[in-house]
């Protein structure tokens, strides 16, 4: 009889992989499902919800990812700071314009773990506007798509 296997936290740090993937013209969304995906560890077949099992992801051409869908760019993002009448509101696309990196960062923080756990597994995430990143040391594999998932051949 086969048991399950549970990750482990200490086990996982000398696994971690760092990926870069390249944001140009590609829709926010599905660019951040995959950053998420790749964060959490749902890629990999030792993947265990309440440890982190997530690899790093390197987001470069930040400035160039697309939006797509008819009323996506005049969509209104909003944030309290908890003060009363403090909303504050903003369209999507002034906040692609404006910074790039925190509007990727926001979508991806969105899907993952509202948590101490979520907070640990976006601070893997890192966010550039341009083609260059300062992890060359990290040796980073470009990101291609999950290569265990059906259907991609």
């Known amino acids: 009889m086969k048991t399950t296997v549970s990750a482990r936290a200490e086990?996982?740090?000398?696994e971690r992989v760092w990926y870069?993937?390249?944001?140009a013209e590609q829709p926010l969304g599905r660019l951040a499902v995959e950053a998420a995906k790749v964060?959490?560890?749902?890629?990999?077949?030792?993947?265990?919800?309440?440890?982190?099992?997530?690899?790093?992801?390197?987001?470069?051409?930040?400035?160039?990812?697309?939006?797509?869908?008819?009323?996506?760019a005049g969509?209104?993002?909003?944030?309290h700071s908890g003060w009363p009448g403090a909303?504050?509101?903003?369209?999507r696309m002034r906040e692609l314009e404006r910074s790039p990196e925190d509007a990727i960062r926001r979508v991806v923080r969105g899907m993952v773990p509202h948590n101490k756990l979520g907070d640990a597994?976006?601070?893997?995430?890192?966010?550039?506007?341009g083609d260059q990143h300062p992890h060359a040391a990290q040796k980073p594999v470009p990101f291609v798509g999950n290569p265990s998932a059906k259907g991609d051949e």
């Not at 086990?11 to 000398?14: F, G, H, P, S, Y």
């Not at 909303?87 to 369209?91: E, T």
């Open 11 to 14: 086990d996982m740090e000398a």
């Open 20 to 23: 870069v993937m390249d944001a």
């Open 39 to 72: 964060l959490r560890g749902k890629h990999k077949t030792i993947f265990t919800p309440h440890v982190d099992t997530g690899d790093y992801v390197i987001i470069i051409n930040a400035d160039k990812v697309a939006l797509t869908g008819k009323g996506k």
């Open 75 to 79: 969509e209104q993002i909003y944030h």
């Open 87 to 91: 909303l504050k509101s903003v369209a």
């Open 121 to 129: 597994i976006i601070k893997k995430l890192k966010v550039y506007r």
